[in-house]
């Protein structure tokens, strides 16, 4: 069974990096049949796709245009684990954020318990 | 980017009584392959999203058979045979034909 555990800070400030990282058990960062995705839900209650990483012979990533400027989603094989950073944040950037697992053809099966950050002075 | 758009927000239901939440996408989430990219998730309170159904119809793992996804191309629908109290929580559907994957905005459920 895949688990996703979620770490990072809760408050982050203005014009600085929000940084999150998202643990694994149960399966491999480089899986060839998995795909690894940060998600999104602001205060207004909607869920925003924010990108993903996964493996097929190499590594790639995929960003929503709204986040591409400022995100990367870095996997890190040796912890089993992928991170999120996005920089130059602002009060916008409030949200729950989720990591979750998943395929086109399967649909988001295994989710992160979710942390949500604000970004506040 | 695709669109997706539900109806209606807001769900008040009798338990026992059925229910039904309506999806429609900017454009068809039929892959040549076959499939058709159009999954559902249900938060409950409290709780991360978690799959109900994938490729339209398909109950994932788990849920029970009183849920059911039905549809095709841009127009697709959720049922819930009989409403249990559990059932309460946002109902959303999501595309994954092509990046970024969009949601639609969410229909509460919610108990009378």
């Known amino acids: 069974q895949v688990q996703l555990q979620q770490s990072g800070p809760g408050l982050v400030k203005p014009s600085q990096t929000l940084s999150l990282t998202c643990a694994i058990s149960g399966d491999s960062v480089s899986s060839n049949n998995a795909a690894w995705s940060w998600i999104r839900q602001s205060p207004s209650g909607g869920l925003e796709w924010l990108g993903r990483?996964?493996?097929?012979?190499?590594?790639?990533?995929d960003y929503a245009v709204s986040v591409k400027s400022r995100m990367t989603i870095n996997a890190d094989t040796s912890k089993n684990q992928f991170s999120l950073q996005l920089n130059s944040v602002t009060p916008e950037d409030t949200a729950v954020y989720y990591c979750?697992?998943?395929?086109?053809?399967?649909?988001?099966?295994?989710w992160g318990q979710g942390t949500l950050v604000t970004v506040s002075s | 980017d695709i669109v997706m758009t539900q109806s209606p927000l807001s769900l008040p239901v009798t338990p026992g009584e059925p229910a039904s939440i309506s999806c429609r996408s900017s454009q068809s989430l039929l892959h040549s392959n076959g499939n058709t990219y159009l999954h559902w998730y249900l938060q409950k309170p409290g709780q991360s999203p978690q799959l109900l159904i994938y490729l339209a119809s398909n109950r994932a793992s788990g849920v029970p058979d009183r849920f059911s996804g039905s549809g095709s191309g841009t127009d697709f629908t959720l049922k819930i045979n009989k409403v249990e109290a559990e059932d309460v929580g946002v109902y959303s559907c999501m595309q994954a034909l092509q990046t970024p994957h969009t949601f639609g905005q969410g229909t509460k459920l919610e108990i009378k």
């Open positions: 979750a697992e998943g395929v086109a053809a399967r649909g988001y099966d295994h």
């Open positions: 990483t996964y493996y097929r012979s190499k590594w790639n990533n």
